[in-house]
């Protein structure tokens, strides 16, 4: 007789993880290359019970033998979904947007002694001072943009204007000389399946996967040919909020009813409890 | 003892196993793909009932000869015989994701046809299932949000390779490398289909094996990209069909109390004295 309870309540602990999947996606709304993720659903066992009294007398079943009852629901995945956002325009010279569909931006982050490349498509970026008067493209975070042979750019100070060309060029105005001195080096995921988030808005890859598959087949270089940036916009975050608040809507209700079954079942306990 | 008594018993205990299945459903509301269960109750086989009797014979002596009469059919209990999976075709929902496929069933040759994508699960067994949430591995395979293989109609692994590929209406899976074919299959009654749990489907014993479903005349199909089928369970209906299954345990409780109130009266009236 639990069963109706355990069912509704493994589900009902799903389903509140979906709402906090949804309230991170909200979050979110506002935050510049953020992917957001989708959670959907998937039945759990199904249990077969051998309930014939006559087995020799099935007349009129239409299914094989037994009775088959499932257990309830759980979460089958959260996907990052890598649809692009909507462009912002912001006119700031070192903001940019990245235009092909999962492209990232490399960067460099040391985490407790351990430096590794994470990925991004958060184009806000910024110049921070270096020793010898020169300045490094970072992230909003301050962690290093990493350009051509995975190198942080570095540039000279005093300049004039800096520009970030389509395909990854950093032009620099120098008493109106224009010169490129360096080149945004961009990824594509092969598998964005495979990139696990990070935290402040950066993906990752997971030893597990680097230790399964050769890195070339999980994250490809885009040559410069194939670079499509758009300068002084922001690739927007690619939380729809009217959908988000639907299945936030729908995801609270499946919580009620479910909640309704568990007091439902209460209640025919105590039928049983006041038989006598 | 009263026989009823039994009889309501039986009436509990199958409103509950009724609430179990119904309670089921409304957990895999939100399961896209998922086919609500439907139970089929059935009374207990009748049984003959007589009236025992004696027959005076007009002799001298007075002989009495013992009769039976019969008086009718009666039926002792009921039972849930059976879930039925009602296989009837679930909303689409789009949700732009070039890994999530819809079946769109249109026509079938059969009343009870239907069609499924064809997967393999973690023992190489062929499953079937109409969840189309699906996902590319590390591999680049196709796979379920389980991680089973989706088939393709040589019942190999489908590589896309990456996540930009397209699915055609018929069901062709265009990637930069070719053209392969989904495995849709066909089963003309889908009622021989046992659930397995994880949105899959298992082909039961004796049960007729699948057909590749673009092999069937008269069978109207469409493999939607982009899209989500939702789970066909009405929350509505689900709702309304478990308070009346309560009210039904209520009512059967009732009963076994009345019955209780007899043998009550029974037991502690028929040999009062005084």
Redesign the interface.
Known sequence: ?T??TI??A??MGQ?QNRLDNIGNNIANANTAGFKGR?A???????Q?IN????PT?PV?????EG???????KL??T?V???QGSMEVTDRNLDVALLG??QLFQVAVEENGVAETRYTRAGNFYLSPQEDNQVMLVTSDGNPVLGAGGEPIVLMNNMDDLKIEENGAINVTRNGVQNVEGQLEIVQA?????LEAAGNNLFRLSEE?LD??PLA??VNNVGQADVRLKSGALETSNIDLAKQTTDMI??Q??YQ??A??IS??D??QG??N??? | MLRGFYTATNGMLTQQRRQEVLSNNMTNAQTPGYKQDQTALRAFPELLMQRVENRDIPTSQGTKVPTMTEIGAINSGVYVQETIPDFVQGGLRQTDIATDMALAQGETPDDTGSIFFTVQNGDGDVRYTRNGNFTVDGEGNLTTNEGFYVLDNEGNPINTDNMSFTVTPEGFVQTDNGEVALDISYSANANDLVKNGQDLFELGEDAEALVDARGVAGLQFNVLQNQLENSNVDTGQTMTDMMQAYRSFEANQKIIQQYDRSLDKAVNEIARLG
């Not at chain 1, 959907?40 to 199904?46: D, G, R």
């Open positions: 007789m069963r109706m069912q509704a493994v589900t389903l989708d959907n659903f998937s039945s759990l066992l199904s077969q309930t014939e009294p006559d007398n009129g079943r239409l299914t094989p009775l088959r009852i499932g257990s309830g629901a089958g995945h996907n979904n890598f649809e569909d999962d092969v598998r964005p399946r495979l996967s399964n598959y087949e999980i729908e995801t209700r499946a009813f479910n309704k079954t439902m079942h209640q025919m039928l049983i006041q038989l006598r």
